[in-house]
């Protein structure tokens, strides 16, 4: 097979894996090195779904003896099946890279003989990339669950990150869509790779020639919509994730069918709304100091689509409001829908200065349209309606209803009437476009 | 109402504004290469002088900060046709009510830095992945670009240390030079357009290219294709240099 139609296959087999990120690592070189690590990360491109492009993301080969019902390389479909070879990989890559196409490799696969041999397959690839070539720029390795620690001990030392995707948010959806992956086998080397990291960070203070293990640390991803988790759960999920095995990342996936099966939703329409909310729950728990208690009720186990998370957190705890911009700390500015991390900076450091003046909030980059009701400015409330919560829910709710817009079972009829121009644009987009409070680059990061 | 003209150079930028500071009607300042005369004032052609420059260069570093320097220079490299007069004022202001005015994220003249500011740190962090090398002979790399600000200055450090076992050279068409490396040194260099193009000339069809082609292609999530998404993060001003595109 020509390595051409390799690449097709298997990158277009790696692409609901929807991590992209480069950033977070340190891995010094020197001249005469190739490659580097950027803190922030790059994107080389963005594909016309909008994703960030910043590494070559492909599979080492689509095989697989396992049968996850979701997934498409899975054993029982009847699929085009490819594998590359070590220095396959070894070529894309340090060509790619010499042309600047991307910042490094994403190296997965499907799962073949049995997850030791898969496992060392992946280790000695990157080892030789590290080793042979004397590669420096980022690597993201999978980590195979199953494999033995050993093997996994092992190929940390190369990667800059390493991931193991969840998929499936508990063990029932698990057992029901993933039937030969135990979660015990996907959790083991998480935790493994966290300890390891810990270790590695210790005696590196003590000696510094001790080796960099997974620098820049690990991610996972959920898929959304497949199974009946609530949003309660997924985010419970991710806190744990964060706070136990102190992961960088956790990426959400819409479901998208690419096959059909007993245990399978029959979704004609992909949650991608719900998708873009948990990505900003996410976000609240990362950079905004909430918990995931916070944001959901027992009653309430899920994001209502209609309002960001924390404009839904803010209506139900009226009682913090309003909040006085001249003299709030901080991360309390942080909890004022319409208030980003940016907008509370700039807050902070020009009312060091002088008191601000309501005009002043917009220069400042608040968005108004929210932050209004849940605001005072020299102690003036400036909110079109009273503080009262039926009321702001009723100004802050819009027109159409995402939530119906959003029902998995249902297929978009709001464009089949011939009555906008919006009627061009494919439904996904349009659906998003309907989201006021869209922040930059939420899947795919900057 | 006078209009300073200097001559396109960091240096020139800081003489002219030491001359216009001891002014008392109100001052514009421009590229004397870019300037269209006007009706209402008087042009002042104002020559270099390293000696005003430094003083000046010296003045914000010790009695500003070397944020605020850091931001004159953003604003010069910005290439944004008000930008200069910009600094003027700006510099004019921090000088009034010491460096702490920059915290006032509500002052006008200090939004607008920061604005311009971000433009160029943005653009030089995009061009960091969108800079496409082609293999003109075997380890040695050749790119295009355009950009709307004059980005090569910041960008030179980043790539010098990336690919510091090959030769390269980072072309910027629109303003006629280029970043040249040599495995030892990299420094910034006059290029025109027609040496530009004989260095292509000695490419040939690169089977990367078609790969990468071909990578971008199958990456495409067709469910999802949200174009105005793509655009935001990769303005169709940069497509042109684009081998994927
Ligand atoms: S193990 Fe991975 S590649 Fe194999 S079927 Fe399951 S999800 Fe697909």
């Not at chain 1, 020299?378 to 995402?402: A, F, M, N």
Request: glycine fraction near 4%; charged fraction near 25%; aromatic fraction near 10%.
């Amino acid at each position: 097979m020509e390595l051409q139609e390799k690449l097709e296959i298997l990158s277009g087999a790696a692409k609901y894996d929807v991590s992209c990120s480069s950033s977070g690592s340190k891995r010094s070189s020197k001249t005469g090195d190739l490659g580097s690590v950027s803190t922030s990360g790059i994107c080389h491109s963005f594909t016309p779904d909008g994703r960030c492009i910043s590494l070559l993301k492909i599979l080492l080969t689509n095989y697989c003896i396992y049968d996850c019902a979701y997934c498409a390389n899975r054993r029982s479909n009847d699929i085009t099946r490819a594998a590359f070879s070590a220095e396959e990989v070894v070529d894309l890559t340090i060509n790619f890279y010499r042309r600047n196409y991307i910042e490094g490799l994403f190296l997965s696969s499907g799962v073949f003989k049995n997850p030791n041999h898969t496992m060392e397959t992946l280790g000695s690839i990157v080892k030789k990339l590290r080793i042979e070539q004397g590669f420096k720029g980022y690597i993201h390795l999978k980590a195979i669950p199953g494999a033995s620690q050993e093997l996994i001990d092992e190929a940390g030392l190369y990667a800059d990150r390493m991931s193991v995707n969840i998929e499936l948010p508990s063990d029932e959806s698990l057992k029901l869509l993933a039937p030969d992956k135990k979660k015990q086998d996907i959790f083991a080397p998480m935790k493994q790779i966290s300890s390891n990291i810990v270790l590695h960070q210790e005696e590196r203070k003590k000696y510094k020639r001790t080796p960099l293990y997974v620098p820049g640390g690990q991610s996972t991803q959920l898929i959304i919509g497949a199974t009946p988790d609530n949003d309660f759960s997924i985010l419970t999920l991710s806190q744990k994730l964060y706070d136990k095995y102190d992961l960088k990342r956790v990426y959400y996936s819409a479901y998208v069918p690419v096959n059909t099966g007993a245990h399978l939703p029959e979704i004609k329409n992909p949650p991608t709304l719900r998708e873009h909310r948990l990505y900003q729950g996410d976000w609240l728990l990362r950079f905004y100091g909430f918990r995931a208690e916070e944001l959901f009720t027992e009653e309430r186990p899920n994001f209502d689509i209609n309002f960001d998370p924390k404009t839904n957190w803010a209506l139900n705890h009226l009682g913090h409001f309003p909040i006085e911009i001249n003299d709030a700390p901080f991360n309390l500015l942080l909890r004022v829908p319409g208030i980003g991390v940016r907008s509370a900076q700039k807050i902070t450091s020009a009312r060091r200065l002088a008191p601000l003046s309501y005009p002043d909030l917009k220069k400042l980059g608040v968005v108004l349209k929210r932050a209004q009701y849940f605001i005072t400015c020299r102690s003036k409330y400036h909110g079109s309606v009273d503080l009262d919560e039926d009321k702001i829910r009723h100004v802050l709710t819009p027109k159409l209803d995402l939530n119906e817009l959003d029902n998995p079972y249902e297929q978009l009829t709001l464009f089949d009437k011939p009555s906008s121009s919006q009627l061009l644009l494919p439904p996904m987009h349009a659906k998003l476009l309907l989201v006021e409070d869209r922040p930059t680059a939420l899947t795919g990061e900057i | 109402m006078k209009d300073y003209l200097y001559d396109g150079s960091f240096d020139g930028l800081l003489t002219a504004v030491f001359y216009a500071y001891t002014e008392k009607e109100p001052i514009r300042l421009f590229k004397e290469t870019s300037y269209r005369p006007y009706l209402l004032s008087e042009p002042v052609v104002v020559k270099t002088e390293m000696d005003k420059s430094d003083r000046v260069y010296q003045g914000i570093c010790s009695r500003l900060s070397h944020t605020t320097l850091t931001n004159i220079y953003y604003l010069y490299l910005s290439e944004i046709p008000d930008s200069e007069t910009l600094a003027f004022e700006y510099i004019k202001l921090c000088f009034k009510y010491t460096d702490t005015i920059n915290l006032a994220k509500n002052n006008d003249i200090i939004r607008t830095v920061d604005k311009y500011a971000k433009r160029v740190l943005m653009e030089s962090h995009r061009l960091k992945g969108f800079v496409r090398f082609k293999e003109v002979t075997p380890l040695v790399f050749y790119a295009q670009i355009e950009p709307d600000h004059d980005i090569l200055p910041l960008i030179l450090g980043h790539f010098k240390k990336r690919f510091s076992d090959q030769h390269f050279i980072i072309h910027d068409l629109k303003r006629g030079y280029a970043i040249v490396y040599d495995l030892k040194e990299a420094y910034l260099h006059d290029l025109s357009i027609e040496q530009g193009e004989k260095l292509l000339h000695f490419t040939e069809g690169d089977p990367f290219e078609e790969l990468f082609k071909s990578f971008y292609k199958s990456v495409t999530l067709e469910e999802r294709i949200n174009d105005r998404q793509r655009r935001s993060y990769m303005p169709k001003r940069y497509w042109k240099h684009l081998v994927e595109l």
